[in-house]
Structures are given as C-alpha cells and as structure tokens.
Nanobody
Framework: QVQLVESGGGLVQAGGSLRLSCAASGRTFSTYAMGWFRQAPGKEREFVAAISKSGGSTYYADSAKGRFTISRDNAKNTVYLQMNNLKPEDTAVYYC????????????????????WGQGTQVTVSS
C-alpha cells in the first residue's frame, strides 16, 4: 500500500510560480514511476507530467512544456512539480500518482496506468 500526500498549492497571480510536492509512504517508492495530473471543475482529469523510476526520463503535456518541470528525490520519497509562468487555465486540483514498475515510456501519460493517488492540492491562478 502506497499513500501519497500533495502540498504546495495555493493562489498565485498569472505569471507567477509554485512548486508542488508529493510525499510518498512505503518502502518501494523508487520502484514506481510518478505522475502529476490535474482536474478543473466540470472537466476530465488530464495528464500534466510524468517521471521514470530513476528520474532519467520525463514526459509533459503540451500545455506544460517549457513551463513545468517534474523531478524526484528518491532518498526523500518525494516528487515535485515546479510550475513557472502560470496561467489562469492552469487552475485545477493537482494530483500526484504512482504507477507500477511494469509500466514505462509514453504509457505513463495514461491516467489508468496509475494505481495510487493523492488527495489533491488546489492551484488557483488569478488573471
């Protein structure tokens, strides 16, 4: 059983930055690929970014490329999402998720490949 807890969300002005953190419980964090997803009111949950087990490969939604950076620190059982140049359309609840070791590559952009999810953290970007 893996438990994930997101933090770092809040209210920020357009053009500003936030860093989200996801702290994981369990002894096998380094065996999971990790992802960030977001969901705005009335919308489907969508992929934002993912990172491989070792951190050697990253994947981004087109909306995130050039602005967001995903990283992980396996020694701290934590994954991060650095968000720069935020836009009002980035407003959503952001969720951290963990994917089993058998999944690698672009499949990590698919929501249903993740087994464990955090409770979410709200990000609101004012115009």
């Amino acid at each position: 059983q893996v438990q994930l807890v997101e933090s770092g969300g809040g209210l920020v002005q357009a053009g500003g930055s936030l860093r989200l953190s996801c702290a994981a419980s369990g002894r096998t964090f380094s065996t999971y690929a990790m992802g960030w997803f977001r969901q705005a009111p009335g919308k489907e949950r969508e992929f934002v970014a993912a990172i491989s087990k070792s951190g050697g490969s990253t994947y981004y939604a087109d909306s995130a490329k050039g602005r967001f950076t995903i990283s992980r620190d396996n020694a701290k059982n934590t994954v991060y999402l650095q968000m720069n140049n935020l836009k009002p359309e980035d407003t959503a609840v952001y969720y951290c998720a963990a994917s089993p070791i058998l999944y690698t590559g672009l499949v990590l952009t698919t929501l249903n490949k993740y087994d464990y999810w955090g409770q979410g953290t709200q990000v609101t970007v004012s115009s």
